[in-house]
């Protein structure tokens, strides 16, 4: 199975800070890789498909790049809303595998 | 709206079977591939299982391989786990997604897009 290692496991960041995680694959996946953010006690929401593009609704300071083995979630400006935590996932090979998750928490 | 609605979720003893359901509204059902994937307590997510639209079409982890059995009623607008066998470290919240397929650049790729609510499955004696 294709492991997905998410760094850091949490991070403190403000309000308006700009916050990289990263997550890198064991295998090469070229782009299949999306990105998820979850509130507590809530399911989760897509923000990023096929590593780069953004879901449709989410808000435009959320970004993804990379391909291959190295991905990168991208939040230029943090707001209030989006302390949370942060799963990748890829679906380039069965079995479809998460990233452990980063939370993000209010500094 | 677009929505999927899990049920079925309680508590049974270890070696014990359950059923899931996850009913969905507001988009054709039969048209997309649908996906369990499931958080244990504290825990971050795993996906469970896979189904083709139309059902013919089956995957797995390798932890319920044998034990659970996903499936589907196009008629129904229903997604199903079957899960037998359970163990304590089956315990979680499993949620129902649809697999949206978007067609970028000749190629489809997917994401789960929207989840239901969850259901909690708890195997403890």
């Known amino acids: 199975a294709i492991q997905m290692t998410q760094s850091p496991s949490s991070l403190s960041a403000s309000v308006g800070d700009r916050v990289t995680i990263t997550c890198r694959a064991s295998q090469d996946i070229r782009n299949e890789l999306g990105w998820y953010q979850q509130k507590p006690g809530k399911a989760p929401k897509v923000l990023i498909y096929a590593a780069s593009s953004l879901q449709s609704g989410v808000p435009s300071r959320f970004s993804g790049s990379g391909s291959g083995t190295d991905f990168t979630l991208t939040i230029s400006s943090l707001q209030p809303e989006d302390f949370a935590t942060y799963y990748c996932l890829q679906d380039n090979n069965y079995p479809w595998t998460f990233g452990q998750g980063t939370k993000v928490e209010i500094k | 709206e677009v929505q999927l609605v899990e049920s079925g979720g309680d508590l049974v003893q270890p070696g014990g079977s359950l059923r899931l359901s996850c009913a969905a509204s507001g988009f054709t059902f039969r048209s997309h591939w649908m996906t369990w994937v499931r958080q244990a307590p504290g825990s971050g997510l795993e996906w469970v299982a896979n189904?083709?639209?139309?059902?013919?079409?089956?995957y797995y982890v390798d932890s319920v391989k044998g034990r659970f059995t996903i499936s589907r009623d196009n008629a129904k607008n229903s997604l199903y786990l079957q899960m037998n066998s359970l163990r304590a470290e089956d315990t979680a919240v499993y949620y129902c997604t649809r697999i949206l397929a978007v067609r970028k650049s000749g190629i489809y790729f997917d994401s789960f897009d929207p989840w239901g609510q969850g259901t909690l499955v708890t195997v403890s004696s």
């Open positions: 189904i083709r639209d139309d059902g013919t079409d089956k």
